[in-house]
Nanobody, 121 residues
Framework: VQLQASGGGLVQAGRSLRLSCAASGRTYAAGWFRQAPGKEREFVARISWNGSTNYADSVKGRFTISRENAKNTAYLQMNSLKPEDTAVYYC???????????????????WGQGTQVTVSS
């Protein structure tokens, strides 16, 4: 499975961005992680095939993950962006219904290339 992430950029605090992650095949779970300079990679959000979602506390109420199964694409709508949201964002997917895909980096089967999100104050 190949993943193509897009939608990153430079925005001012308070504005919005939408990230997209297109997969070359069907996926069961999809999600996003991010890594800021000098920090460990951290979970942002995930969504399963049936639409159930989980979010990191730091983004709850501001970010929304969604997916279009017919297009094998997941989205991350990021509103009310803050400078601390600045990071490289990575999309991830899981392929197997028998596996549990959660908040750990090793939970997922494939990672996309990162896309930079920079939020200026």
């Amino acid at each position: 499975v190949q993943l193509q992430a897009s939608g990153g950029g430079l925005v001012q605090a308070g504005r919005s961005l939408r990230l997209s992650c297109a997969a070359s095949g069907r996926t069961y779970a999809a999600g996003w992680f991010r890594q800021a300079p000098g920090k460990e990679r951290e979970f942002v959000a995930r969504i399963s095939w049936n639409g159930s979602t989980n979010y990191a506390d730091s983004v709850k109420g501001r970010f929304t993950i969604s997916r279009e199964n017919a297009k094998n694409t997941a989205y991350l709508q990021m509103n009310s962006l803050k400078p601390e949201d600045t990071a490289v964002y990575y999309c991830v997917v899981g392929l197997y219904i028998s596996r549990s895909y959660g908040t750990n980096t090793h939970d997922y089967d494939y990672w996309g290339q990162g896309t930079q999100v920079t939020v200026s104050s």
